[in-house]
């Protein structure tokens, strides 16, 4: 099972940027694609973006497209989420998932499909 350790979050103004990074320890030989949800309060846990093993294939969900960006360090197992221009509404609890069954993700993946998650890193965007 892979290990995931989110960092980054923090309390934020309307407009700023942010860069969440989640570190991954897996075993040797394991590959997977990565991808970021959020949990708002009161609010079930939605996809963000994911990433594919390689770093070469992105998928973003609507309501971020254009202001986030997801991207991979190989050789440090990181992946990064990029976020600008960052609204109330983007206030939430941000988690990283590993899916060890898909190296890449051409639709929106369902929460279901990842079975290794962070616990969490809280953003707040404060208006």
């Known amino acids: 099972q892979v290990q995931l350790v989110e960092s980054g979050g923090g309390l934020v103004q309307v407009g700023d940027s942010l860069r969440l990074s989640c570190a991954a320890s897996?075993?040797?030989?394991?590959?997977?694609?990565i991808a970021w949800f959020r949990q708002a309060p009161g609010k079930e846990r939605e996809f963000v973006a994911s990433i594919s093993w390689s770093g070469h294939s992105t998928y973003y969900a609507d309501h971020v497209k254009g202001r986030f960006t997801i991207s991979k360090e190989n050789a440090k197992e990181t992946v990064y989420l990029q976020m600008d221009r960052l609204k109330p509404e983007d206030t939430a609890v941000y988690y990283c998932?590993?899916?060890?069954?898909?190296?890449?993700?051409?639709?929106?993946?369902?929460?279901?499909?990842?079975?290794?998650w962070g616990r969490g890193t809280q953003v707040t965007v404060s208006s």
């Open positions: 897996a075993p040797p030989r394991s590959s997977y694609a």
């Open positions: 998932a590993a899916d060890e069954e898909r190296l890449v993700h051409t639709t929106e993946p369902d929460l279901r499909d990842f079975g290794s």
